[in-house]
């Protein structure tokens, strides 16, 4: 028999593997169009938001090649047959077919109009939620779901604190991806190598550019993204940059405009930048050159520093300050914050 609509619902907290066979084998029924209703309500613990949960639903409809519509409800249902008059109302018709991955409802509830569909894999949602970073459960996750869970972990400081190598290296211990400071060669890409075609502009090219390539970045990451830098290191680069300039008595009337312009702008970024972790390093190790960057005295990278660090409280960012004195005990202690406080384990 054919029928017009399936229906498949479920709170779809962490949307993994067995939600994805279900969707799938739903498909392969006679239906036109599948019904997807998500139960939601403020007492629901969400891992991703109902947006993000929508894209990654439509990236495996999508995929599957089958008609879909999304519909969010904010009761659970006590029977089956509820169910199937909400998406009756939903659909305008009663041609429906139901679904579900629940054997106990199976010969209790719709005669020939009730599939069990069982999935191949056994997975505990709950055990899932207990801990979705721990490594086995994590691969059950859909991949479509992945990036919406993934954490960003910031690694933050002045010059030679061992950001950069410390992304690296946790990104291959953690086999994922790391995104590397795009202002760290900006200057060769878009300038030449030009410090002094720099305007304020540029800031928040970097700042944009920079969350631009961590979203793509993230598409690829497993549990978690990590970032060599944020935009309020970048707006810390502009009041330097606009202090050199006044040193140098260089502030017009237009240099000033486009300077507010590029504050306001960056500092939007910085309200509404998402993180999950940053680690703060102090600039209490041996300077290393790398031919891009040049040696600073402790005097300016304490003073560097200690601007960061007070923009991060100006923006209420939680931050972990990483102050040992060799890369070795640093990497160590970010290491264990990592297993004790993102992922615990």
């Not at 169910?83 to 005669?111: C, P, R, T, Y």
């Not at 721990?134 to 972990?153: G, H, L």
């Not at 935009?231 to 050199?244: A, C, D, K, M």
């Amino acid at each position: 028999m054919n029928y017009k609509v399936g229906a498949i619902s479920g709170k779809f907290r962490l949307l993994h593997k067995a939600h994805k066979e279900l969707m799938t084998r739903a498909t392969l029924e006679n239906i036109e169009e599948l019904y997807i209703v998500v139960i939601d309500s403020p007492s629901i613990k969400r891992y991703s938001s109902l947006a993000e949960l929508r894209i990654a639903i439509g990236n495996i409809m999508t995929d599957i090649d089958m008609k879909y519509t999304i519909v969010i409800s904010d009761k659970e249902f006590d029977s089956v047959q509820e169910l199937e008059q909400f998406v009756i109302d939903k659909a305008g018709h009663n041609n429906i077919l139901m679904f579900d991955s629940k054997d106990k409802h199976q010969n209790v509830l719709l005669d020939n109009k009730f599939i069990t569909c069982s999935a191949s894999i056994n997975i505990s949602s709950s055990q899932i939620e207990a801990n979705p970073y721990r490594i086995d459960n994590y691969e059950n996750i859909a991949k479509e779901f992945m990036p919406y869970i993934n954490k960003k972990v910031i690694l933050s400081g002045t010059e030679s604190t061992g950001k950069t190598q410390f992304c690296k290296k946790l990104s291959n211990i953690y086999n994922t991806t790391y995104s590397p400071e795009v202002g760290r060669f900006y200057a060769e890409n878009e300038l030449g190598f030009d410090d002094e075609a720099y305007t304020p502009k540029d800031f928040v090219f970097i700042a944009m550019e920079q969350m631009k390539q961590d979203k793509l970045l993230n598409m690829e990451a497993k549990r978690c993204l990590f970032v060599d830098t944020d935009p309020f290191v970048t707006l810390r680069f502009l009041y330097s940059y606009y202090e050199e300039y006044a040193e140098r008595g260089l502030i017009t009337p237009e240099f000033e405009k486009e300077y507010e312009d590029a504050i306001t702008m960056l500092d939007t970024l910085c309200k509404t930048y998402k993180y999950d972790y940053v680690f703060l390093l102090t600039p209490d190790v041996p300077y290393v050159e790398d031919g891009i960057r040049w040696k600073q005295s402790q005097d300016v990278l304490n003073a560097r520093f200690n601007e960061l660090k007070e923009i991060y409280d100006k923006y209420s960012v939680e931050y972990h300050v990483i102050d040992k004195n060799s890369y070795l005990e640093r990497f160590t202690e970010i290491e264990l914050q990592l297993k004790d406080n993102l992922f615990h384990i």
